[in-house]
C-alpha cells in the first residue's frame, strides 16, 4: 500500500501543477487588464480636469478664483496702555 500512495501522490501533484498554473496566467491576465482600465480612467480623470480648468468662465458663480476661502484681513494693533501707567 506504501507504493501505491507515493504513486497516487506523485499524480495528483502531476495533475495539479498545469492547473494552478493556468490559474497563474490567468491572475497575471486580470491584473494586467486591471492596470490597464485603471490607466484609462486616469487619462480620462486628466482630460476633464483640464477641461474644467482651462474653461473660460460665464459668471462669478463659475469662476473657481471666487471660490476660495479668503482669510480676513487683520492689522496689528499697538497694545494699549493701562489707565494709571505713564
Do not use: C, H
Amino acid at each position: 500500500m506504501g507504493m501505491v500512495g507515493w504513486v497516487v501522490a506523485v499524480l495528483l501533484v502531476a495533475l495539479m501543477l498545469p492547473l494552478l498554473a493556468f490559474m497563474y496566467l490567468d491572475i497575471l491576465e486580470t491584473r494586467n487588464d486591471a492596470k490597464q482600465q485603471l490607466e484609462k480612467v486616469e487619462k480620462l480623470r486628466r482630460e476633464v480636469e483640464r477641461k474644467n480648468r482651462d474653461k473660460n468662465p460665464d459668471t462669478f458663480a463659475d469662476n473657481p478664483v471666487f471660490d476660495r476661502v479668503r482669510r480676513p484681513f487683520s492689522l496689528p494693533l499697538p497694545k494699549s496702555k493701562k489707565l494709571g501707567e505713564p
